[in-house]
Structures are given as structure tokens and as C-alpha cells.
């Protein structure tokens, strides 16, 4: 596959939504060998004079409208949840580009996620949502050891997302609301991970605690079940005092032995033999451009990769829209 619709020499990518997501994946974009940030879109007029100091060969607009006749090899959409479905949707119908990067997750509702991914088949698309979880080096490792079947018949799982980005909010703030809820936002990583973990899923139990205003989803906690009696929980909560970065953990139990898991470490402690711990530096943590994390260098990189060799991405639309359905099931249970 030749790159580059225009048959120049660089892959010609669009950004659309410059908040701190969207700033730093068309930087890491524009490091990447033979990429070229050629159009970026956002309705702030101050990220747009920012954006234009550092991509000054680049389209900067507020309308994506102006984003026909650039040929653009793909578009990524780094906006906000609810705005995903709309845009994704827009890039399909009129054909502004081929191939569709969007930050987690696919959209708000599974039923939208669904008409997504049947819209990416049609125009045989590349696509990819930024679960950026899978390409951290612990959680990788973890899932070599899980495929490689070292802890035998699985039996059940503990997993949380934590952070203190509301934990000193007051009541009564409407901050949070801004994000949406905390398990679409924070808990959606995590969630993923278990999906990619162990497959198939379904939800038997939640609750929703709102501390900072009535019907905020501030912490979620709630349980699953998958196939031969395997089960899981989850806490998810953006109000845990201490966690000033965000942290995803895992704690797996099978036959043999237990496995956990988190952005750090990884610690195997089977029932015969001595336990094994690997450090994330001891894991090869290392990439060609570091900015916000290894993790986006590396599903930047392999994102463009895959739609190079024509090959299905590790996190596509298919594999997003479980996620989701996982995310739909402990809302509705919620509201049951």
C-alpha cells in the first residue's frame, strides 16, 4: 500500500479537537517517519493561533467542513465522548478520509458504537480507539503470561481505576459533570483491559455512589461473570485521596497461582516455585519520541502501521464495541 492518497510521500492525517489529547497526538504524528499533520480543527480560536505557531504548514480551522478535497488519509477525533458518534459519523458519509482514529471510548451507547463500526466495514477502514492501556509493557506482559496459561483454569479477578481528580471537589460542584461519568471516562480503560484479558463478559451487579452532586457518577463498583463460573469486580472511582496520577490494576486468580498486574509491575506467585516480579523499565519502556507516555507512541505508531500493511488494528471498532457493550450493561443495571 502505497502512502498517501495524494501519492506524495508523506500520509497526510487530520486532528480534529486540540485539547491536551489532541495537542499531543498531532506532535507525536508529526515525529513519525513519512506522517504529516495536514489539517487540525477545533472551535477554540486561542488553541487554533496555538496550534498554528507550531503546525504552520497545516489547515487550521474551526469547521470541518474544510476538511473535503485535502485527501486525508485519516482523521483523528480527540473530543470530548458525546461529540465522537456525530463526528466519526460525518467523517464516513462524506468521505473526508478513509481510515478514523478515535480517543476512548467509540462513542456514548452501544448502539451508536455498533452503527460505527458497521459504517468503518463499508468503507473497508482502518480504525482504532486510543485504549492506550494496551501498549503499556506490565499490562502486555500480563497478557503474555495469561495466554501462555500459567495460572491454569482462571477462577476470578479483581480490577480498579483510581484517581484523586475530584477527591477534594466540593459538594455541589458541577466540574465533574463536564467529563461525564467516571466509568466512560476513568473506568473504560480498565474495563478494556479485562475484555482484552478474558474475553467475553457480562455484568450480574452495580452500584453508583454520587458524592459531589445527586446523579453524579463519582464511583462505580460492580461485578461480572464470565464463561465456567468465572467472575470479576470492579471498583472505578476519580475521588481516591493519593492518586494524583491515574492508576489501573488487576488481580487475577487461577489453579495455579495469582497474577497482578498495574501501570508498574507485574508479580507472578504460583502455588510451586518462587514468585517473579517484572518492573516496567525492566520490560523495554523505551520509544523513539516520549511525550505524555510510551503508551501513545506506541498506538500512534501502530496505528499508522496497520493501515500501511492493510491489517486490522489491536484495539479496532469491533474490538471497542465490547468495551462498550460491557459499559451499557452496568448503566442499565444502574437503572434497573
Not at 49 to 73: G, N, P, Q, Y
Not at 89 to 102: N, R, S, T
Not at 157 to 165: L, P
Not at 170 to 198: I, K, M, N, T, Y
Request: hydrophobic content about 40%; aromatic content about 10%; charged content about 25%.
Amino acid at each position: 500500500m502505497s502512502m498517501g492518497s495524494n501519492n506524495s510521500s508523506h500520509f497526510k492525517v487530520g486532528v480534529v479537537g486540540l485539547g491536551k489529547m489532541g495537542i499531543m497526538h498531532a506532535c507525536l504524528l508529526n515525529v513519525l517517519p513519512n506522517v504529516k499533520v495536514s489539517a487540525l480543527c477545533d472551535k477554540s480560536r486561542l488553541m487554533r493561533i496555538i496550534a498554528k505557531r507550531a503546525f504552520r504548514d497545516a489547515l487550521i480551522t474551526d469547521s470541518l467542513e474544510e476538511f473535503v478535497d485535502l485527501s486525508l488519509d485519516a482523521i483523528y477525533v480527540l473530543t470530548p465522548i458525546p461529540s465522537h458518534y456525530p463526528i466519526v459519523k460525518k467523517i464516513y458519509v462524506e468521505d473526508l478520509a478513509k481510515h478514523v482514529f478515535v480517543e476512548k471510548t467509540l462513542s456514548s451507547n452501544y448502539p451508536q458504537s455498533e452503527e460505527l463500526n458497521l459504517l468503518s466495514q463499508k468503507h473497508f477502514s482502518v480504525n482504532m480507539v486510543g485504549y492506550m492501556k494496551r501498549f503499556g509493557v506490565t499490562f502486555n506482559q500480563a497478557k503474555t503470561l495469561l495466554d501462555e496459561q500459567v495460572l491454569g483454569e482462571l477462577i476470578s479477578f479483581d480490577a480498579y481505576a483510581f484517581s484523586s481528580d475530584f477527591a477534594d471537589v466540593p459538594e455541589g460542584s458541577a466540574l465533574s459533570e463536564a467529563r461525564g461519568g467516571v466509568l466512560w471516562d476513568l473506568g473504560s480503560h480498565v474495563v478494556d483491559l479485562a475484555v482484552w484479558f478474558f474475553g467475553d463478559l457480562n455484568v450480574t451487579s452495580a452500584t453508583v455512589n454520587s458524592r459531589i452532586v445527586p446523579g453524579s457518577e463519582d464511583a462505580v463498583d460492580f461485578e461480572v461473570k464470565g464463561s465456567n463460573d468465572f467472575q470479576g469486580k470492579f471498583e472505578v472511582s476519580w475521588s481516591k485521596s493519593g492518586y494524583h496520577m491515574p492508576e489501573f490494576g488487576l488481580s487475577i486468580r487461577g489453579a495455579n497461582g495469582t497474577l497482578k498486574v498495574n501501570d508498574d509491575e507485574v508479580k507472578l506467585e504460583l502455588k510451586q516455585g518462587q514468585p517473579e516480579k517484572w518492573y516496567r523499565q525492566d520490560l523495554g519502556d523505551n520509544v523513539g519520541f516520549l511525550l505524555g507516555g510510551p503508551e501513545y507512541y506506541r498506538e500512534d505508531k501502530h496505528f499508522i502501521d496497520s493501515i500501511v500493511l492493510g491489517e486490522s488494528s489491536r484495539s479496532n471498532f469491533k474490538d471497542a464495541m465490547k468495551t462498550d457493550n460491557l459499559l451499557e450493561q452496568v448503566r442499565r443495571r444502574v437503572i434497573q
